[in-house]
């Protein structure tokens, strides 16, 4: 059964655009939500975390929003950059099992010149 | 700091044969979490081990097991191989099981023929 639904699968960007990417959770006990950013070749790596206690995260770039009643959140990318490429996830988790993350399926990002 | 090392990084082993992938984690970390990656499945949980007992464990077969000695180190092992078990296998490490950043190793590449 997926827990975490991610869409879209690809999104091509123009630079400088803004990149978005949902997913939704059915779990209500969740309250731990990642994102990662895989390279081809790499393991992921945290690119940004937040929890239901606040709505939105900013971290340079990057952006999560985090809509709780709808079981929705959102990374937003602005001003995207080619090295900006790469496949991202997003993944959920609940408190004392932060370790035990369940990931969303992907989403294949290209940022074009 | 060295980040999380997995050995060997590639992998072929035959239908039937049994595998052993071992990970180091960043040096304090004393939680090891194990991943499979696959196209059709993506990001999958394993199993978490923390101070050399498994606390979390994922939907996978008998078949998939794993251990964690004193300094931390992880092995997993899979027997009787199927093709369905050709995946990246990645390791991630925390410094405590819970609440912390997980981080990723680069993965072992196992293909099975």
């Given at each position: 059964?997926q827990?975490?639904?991610?869409?879209?699968?690809?999104?091509?960007?123009?630079?400088?655009?803004?990149?978005?990417?949902?997913?939704?959770?059915?779990?209500?006990?969740?309250?731990?939500?990642?994102?990662?950013?895989?390279?081809?070749?790499?393991?992921?790596?945290?690119l940004?975390?937040?929890?239901p206690?606040?709505?939105?995260?900013?971290?340079?770039?990057?952006?999560?929003?985090?809509?709780?009643?709808?079981?929705q959140?959102?990374?937003?990318?602005?001003?995207?950059?080619?090295?900006d490429?790469?496949?991202?996830?997003?993944?959920?988790?609940?408190?004392?099992?932060a370790?035990?993350?369940?990931?969303?399926?992907?989403?294949?990002?290209?940022?074009?010149? | 700091?060295?980040?999380?090392?997995?050995?060997?990084r590639?992998?072929?082993?035959?239908?039937?044969?049994?595998v052993?992938?071992?990970?180091?984690?960043?040096?304090?970390?004393?939680?090891?979490?194990?991943?499979?990656?696959?196209?059709?499945?993506g990001?999958?949980?394993?199993?978490?081990?923390?101070?050399?007992?498994?606390?979390?464990?994922?939907?996978?077969?008998?078949?998939?097991?794993?251990?964690?000695f004193?300094?931390?180190r992880?092995?997993?092992?899979?027997?009787?191989?199927?093709?369905?078990?050709?995946?990246?296998?990645?390791?991630?490490?925390?410094?405590?099981?819970g609440?912390?950043?997980?981080?990723?190793?680069?993965?072992?590449?196992?293909?099975?023929?």
């Amino acid at each position: 059964q997926q827990q975490v639904k991610q869409s879209p699968q690809s999104l091509i960007v123009q630079k400088g655009g803004i990149s978005i990417i949902n997913c939704a959770y059915e779990n209500t006990a969740f309250d731990y939500f990642p994102w990662y950013q895989q390279f081809p070749g790499k393991g992921p790596a945290l690119l940004i975390a937040i929890r239901p206690d606040v709505s939105e995260k900013k971290e340079g770039r990057f952006t999560i929003s985090f809509n709780k009643s709808a079981k929705q959140f959102s990374l937003h990318i602005m001003d995207s950059q080619p090295g900006d490429s790469a496949t991202y996830f997003c993944a959920a988790s609940k408190t004392g099992t932060a370790s035990k993350l369940t990931f969303g399926t992907g989403t294949r990002l290209q940022v074009t010149l | 700091k060295a980040g999380v090392t997995q050995t060997p990084r590639y992998l072929i082993k035959t239908r039937g044969q049994q595998v052993t992938l071992s990970c180091s984690p960043i040096s304090g970390h004393r939680s090891v979490s194990w991943y499979q990656q696959t196209p059709g499945q993506g990001l999958q949980f394993l199993f978490e081990y923390f101070s050399e007992t498994q606390r979390n464990k994922g939907n996978f077969p008998g078949r998939f097991s794993g251990r964690q000695f004193s300094n931390s180190r992880s092995e997993m092992n899979v027997s009787t191989l199927e093709l369905g078990d050709s995946a990246l296998y990645l390791c991630a490490s925390s410094g405590t099981s819970g609440w912390e950043t997980q981080y990723f190793g680069p993965g072992t590449r196992l293909l099975v023929l």
